[in-house]
């Protein structure tokens, strides 16, 4: 809530700045692999742009108990960014631009797994409420550099409708892993064991984005 707050008023104030200029400002919808995206962009001359955005999503999985499975998992995806962009467009012929800014990013991996099985150990019978349960939390750098390239200039042109699209990553570092273990499975919740996780996911250190939508220009 806070985060849609913060774009609220910031997208807000954009606006109002400049208000004398409106034929100067445009908005955008998009959807993208950071989820719902919605963007004010201000133009400065027919080659530079800068916009503010912010974009969420949110998707939770359940596995359920499967055959041949030892346990179930259950997984919550929070994507929460706001961005602010340059836009530069080298060629006065086309809509063809360059982007690059930061990124807030708050997004938030959390991955729990429940036994579903019951385990012999020395003798003793273990039930799946004595073997517990591990989690998996990871984070990210919260001030990530992007680069892009993409296509739609929302500020050219006469009022209305345009199409917007762009590709690029931003670079948010290597996971931060962070484990919870409980019952038997409490050691597996180790230093040791987060380092190997975090080796494990240390290609995950740029984010890719693709968004498509539409623009307004006012």
Not at 62 to 82: I, R
Not at 98 to 127: F, M, Q
Not at 181 to 205: C, M
Request: neutral net charge.
């Amino acid at each position: 809530m806070k985060i849609k707050q913060a774009v609220a008023t910031l997208c807000t104030l954009l606006l109002l700045s400049g208000n004398l200029f409106a034929q100067d400002y445009a908005a955008s919808v998009k959807l993208s692999t950071l989820g719902v995206n919605v963007e004010v962009y201000r133009s400065f001359g027919p080659s530079f742009n800068l916009r503010l955005g912010g974009s969420m999503f949110s998707y939770t999985y359940q596995s359920g108990v499967k055959q041949g499975e030892d346990y179930e998992m259950n997984a919550k995806l929070d994507l929460s960014s706001v961005a602010l962009l340059g836009d530069w467009y080298p060629f006065e012929s086309t809509s063809l631009h360059v982007t690059g800014g930061a990124v807030v990013n708050l997004n938030k991996p959390v991955v729990t797994a429940i036994p579903t099985i019951t385990k012999t150990i020395g003798g003793d019978v273990y039930n799946k409420d004595n073997l517990g349960t591990i989690g998996i939390d990871l984070s990210f750098n919260k001030v990530a550099p992007y680069i892009g390239i993409g296509i739609g200039n929302p500020t050219a042109g006469d009022k209305g409708l345009g199409f917007v699209m762009d590709i690029g990553a931003y670079y948010q570092g290597p996971p931060k892993v962070s484990m919870k273990a409980t019952g038997l499975l409490a050691p597996s919740a180790s230093p040791e064991q987060e380092a190997i996780v975090a080796t494990n996911l240390d290609w995950f250190k740029f984010y890719p984005v693709v968004s498509l939508g539409l623009s307004y220009k006012f």
